[in-house]
């Protein structure tokens, strides 16, 4: 596989941590780089910098002892906001610039920000003039294919990003109409891929080793983006990565090193948002690690219930204790 470049950055590998509000926070960032992602996207910060001394944005803003190079996503439809909120998050020590035209929340989309963007192409090329002009580290964009299936402009707005400077295309092979249902379309990315040379990684279902070299070979793109396939599953990145290589399969981590990977996220999620958000937070991910094993369903409804930090830990030991260890791995 040929090296991928961002600016002066060549990635490890073409494997990249999706950014996803509320999941891509720093302990999350650090364990899939431990465990094999290539590039790691901060989870998406506003571009009103007003807001950066909220409690919310100050965590986002954090990134020291992170692996270079440090990409932070910003999203907003002002291209003199995304601009300053570019300038400041390089101050904070962001290496590369991410702008967001692939999200497709509603939170987001109402105020003409994230995929909702792509409807309006001459806004798209003044935020992403402006922003390039901003700061001296590369930009890259993410969006989807289109505003709907009838309007699939991506290969126009890629155009534009190249036209702009942008150093990288990520496209979700889906269009903001079609929100996160149905299944990823591929055809997308590949016309995009021919129509410019800038980068392009391809994103949308990529949950197996095998899904993410159909995807290379069917679109020709640089890397890949993956999100939900690596929640609770952050060992994606090697698995991938090896098949990627060898074309052989890493055995599934045992349920000794789940435990080990989950009880480390765990302590890194309590010692970063303090007792009371942390074990908050710890919720969702122990659901995510733990939905594939037997009795897990009973066992969240109970842990779900639990208000501190020791005893989420003991209650995880407790429940790998009593798993069937008959060296059964996981999927």
Same mark, same amino acid.
């Given at each position: 596989?040929?090296?991928?470049?961002?600016?002066?950055?060549?990635?490890?590998?073409?494997?990249?941590?999706?950014?996803?509000?509320?999941?891509?926070?720093?302990?999350?960032?650090?364990?899939?780089?431990?465990?094999?992602?290539?590039?790691?996207?901060?989870?998406? !910060? $506003?571009?009103?910098? =007003?807001?950066?001394?909220? &409690?919310?944005? *100050?965590?986002?803003?954090?990134?020291?002892?992170? #692996? %270079?190079?440090?990409?932070?996503?910003?999203?907003?439809?002002?291209?003199?906001?995304?601009?300053?909120?570019?300038?400041?998050?390089?101050?904070?020590?962001?290496?590369?610039?991410?702008?967001?035209?692939?999200?497709?929340?509603?939170?987001?989309?109402?105020?003409?920000?994230?995929?909702?963007?792509?409807?309006?192409?001459?806004?798209?090329?003044?935020?992403?003039?402006?922003?390039?002009?901003?700061?001296?580290?590369? !930009? $890259?964009?993410?969006? =989807?294919?289109?505003?709907? &299936?009838?309007? *699939?402009?991506?290969?126009?707005?890629?155009?534009? #990003? %190249?036209?702009?400077?942008?150093?990288?295309?990520?496209?979700?092979?889906?269009?903001?109409?079609?929100?996160?249902?149905?299944?990823?379309?591929?055809?997308?990315?590949?016309?995009?891929?021919?129509?410019?040379?800038?980068?392009?990684?391809?994103?949308?279902?990529?949950?197996?080793?095998?899904?993410?070299?159909?995807?290379?070979?069917?679109?020709?793109?640089?890397?890949?983006?993956?999100?939900?396939?690596?929640?609770?599953?952050?060992?994606?990145? =090697?698995?991938?990565?090896?098949?990627?290589?060898?074309?052989?399969?890493?055995?599934?981590?045992?349920?000794?090193?789940?435990?080990?990977?989950?009880?480390?996220?765990?302590?890194?999620?309590?010692?970063?948002?303090?007792?009371?958000?942390?074990?908050?937070?710890?919720?969702?991910?122990?659901?995510?690690?733990?939905?594939?094993?037997?009795?897990?369903?009973?066992?969240?409804?109970?842990?779900?219930?639990?208000?501190?930090?020791?005893?989420?830990?003991?209650?995880?030991?407790?429940?790998?204790?009593?798993?069937?260890?008959?060296?059964?791995?996981?999927?």
């Amino acid at each position: 596989m040929s090296m991928v470049r961002i600016g002066p950055y060549t990635l490890p590998n073409p494997l990249i941590l999706a950014p996803m509000a509320g999941v891509t926070d720093r302990p999350f960032r650090q364990l899939c780089r431990q465990l094999g992602a290539g590039l790691v996207v901060s989870e998406m !910060v $506003t571009s009103d910098v =007003r807001l950066y001394n909220s &409690r919310k944005s *100050r965590l986002r803003l954090i990134h020291d002892g992170e #692996a %270079e190079p440090r990409s932070v996503q910003i999203a907003g439809g002002d291209p003199a906001m995304l601009a300053e909120a570019a300038q400041r998050n390089v101050e904070l020590g962001a290496q590369i610039i991410d702008i967001n035209m692939g999200c497709p929340a509603k939170k987001v989309c109402n105020k003409a920000a994230g995929s909702a963007l792509m409807k309006d192409e001459a806004l798209v090329a003044d935020i992403l003039d402006a922003v390039v002009a901003a700061v001296d580290v590369p !930009v $890259t964009l993410k969006i =989807r294919t289109g505003w709907d &299936r009838e309007h *699939r402009n991506g290969v126009t707005i890629a155009r534009i #990003a %190249e036209q702009a400077g942008i150093a990288a295309l990520s496209v979700h092979g889906r269009t903001r109409a079609d929100l996160y249902t149905g299944t990823a379309e591929y055809d997308t990315i590949a016309e995009i891929k021919q129509a410019v040379s800038i980068p392009i990684f391809a994103n949308g279902d990529i949950d197996s080793p095998e899904k993410a070299r159909y995807v290379l070979d069917h679109t020709g793109a640089d890397a890949l983006l993956i999100g939900r396939a690596a929640q609770g599953r952050p060992w994606i990145f =090697r698995e991938i990565d090896n098949y990627l290589r060898t074309g052989q399969h890493l055995p599934a981590p045992t349920l000794g090193e789940v435990e080990q990977i989950l009880l480390g996220h765990l302590s890194e999620l309590h010692g970063f948002y303090g007792p009371e958000m942390g074990v908050r937070i710890a919720r969702k991910h122990v659901g995510w690690y733990l939905s594939a094993l037997p009795g897990a369903q009973d066992f969240r409804a109970q842990f779900n219930r639990l208000q501190d930090m020791d005893a989420q830990h003991a209650s995880i030991c407790a429940f790998f204790a009593q798993c069937p260890s008959d060296g059964k791995e996981v999927a």
